[in-house]
């Protein structure tokens, strides 16, 4: 298990099994090239749901919510993922594109 905190205070446990799962690969991939706003969220929503778990996923949605007035903002969900992603990533537990 991976665990860490986000710089707001998130504290979080990840499988590090999910990480090399075909899925979490291809909806990071999508995330990434994608232009669309509204696939983003959708993307943003399943790539949580993946590495958190469904249950870790909502724990995030009213950590965002507790900090703003009851407001999930969209970019503050964003910003809570990439930054589970940087901590991962700077432990190198991602596997690179070109493996």
């Known amino acids: ?6 710089k707001s205070g998130f504290k979080f446990e990840i499988d590090e099994r999910v990480l090399k799962d075909w899925r979490v690969i291809r909806l990071v991939a999508k995330i990434e090239k994608n ?3 509204m696939d983003t969220v959708e993307y943003i929503e399943n790539v949580g749901n993946k590495i958190l778990t469904e249950k870790g ?9 507790k900090q703003n007035d009851g407001f999930c903002l969209i970019d503050d969900v964003g910003n809570e993922i990439a930054d589970i992603f940087a901590q991962i ?3 190198n537990l991602m596997p690179s594109s070109t493996s």
């Open 35 to 37: 232009e669309n706003p």
């Open 89 to 91: 990533n700077s432990k």
């Open 1 to 6: 298990m991976i665990k860490g905190e986000t």
């Open 57 to 65: 996923f909502n724990k995030l949605l009213k950590h965002i919510e």
